[in-house]
Nanobody
Framework: QVQLVESGGGLVQAGDSLRLSCAASGRTFNSYAMGWFRQAPGKEREFVAVVSWSAISTDYADSVKGRFTISRDNAKNTVYLQMNSLKPEDTAVYYC????????????????????WGQGTQVTVSS
């Protein structure tokens, strides 16, 4: 069982940066691949980024590639999402998710792939 708590969201202007954090409970954090998703009003939850347990492997949605960076600190049981050059279309509730498995493959961009979810943190980017 893993509990996830996101933080770091807020209201920023276009072009600004934010860093989201997701703190995980439990002693087996390094057994999970971790992902970030987001959901804008009226839209489905969409994949943003994923990182393997070792942080050697990462992948990103095309819409954030080059602007967002996912990372993790297994000693702190925390995964991060550094978001730079934010755009109004990045406005959404951001969720972190845990997949039981040290790496990821196949349908890792689908929400059903993940076993545990946080409650989300709101990111609003004004133009």
């Amino acid at each position: 069982q893993v509990q996830l708590v996101e933080s770091g969201g807020g209201l920023v202007q276009a072009g600004d940066s934010l860093r989201l954090s997701c703190a995980a409970s439990g002693r087996t954090f390094n057994s999970y691949a971790m992902g970030w998703f987001r959901q804008a009003p009226g839209k489905e939850r969409e994949f943003v980024a994923v990182v393997s347990w070792s942080a050697i492997s990462t992948d990103y949605a095309d819409s954030v590639k080059g602007r967002f960076t996912i990372s993790r600190d297994n000693a702190k049981n925390t995964v991060y999402l550094q978001m730079n050059s934010l755009k109004p279309e990045d406005t959404a509730v951001y969720y972190c998710a845990a997949h039981l498995g040290r790496t990821y493959s196949g349908n890792y961009y689908l929400a059903d792939y993940y076993n545990y979810w946080g409650q989300g943190t709101q990111v609003t980017v004004s133009s």
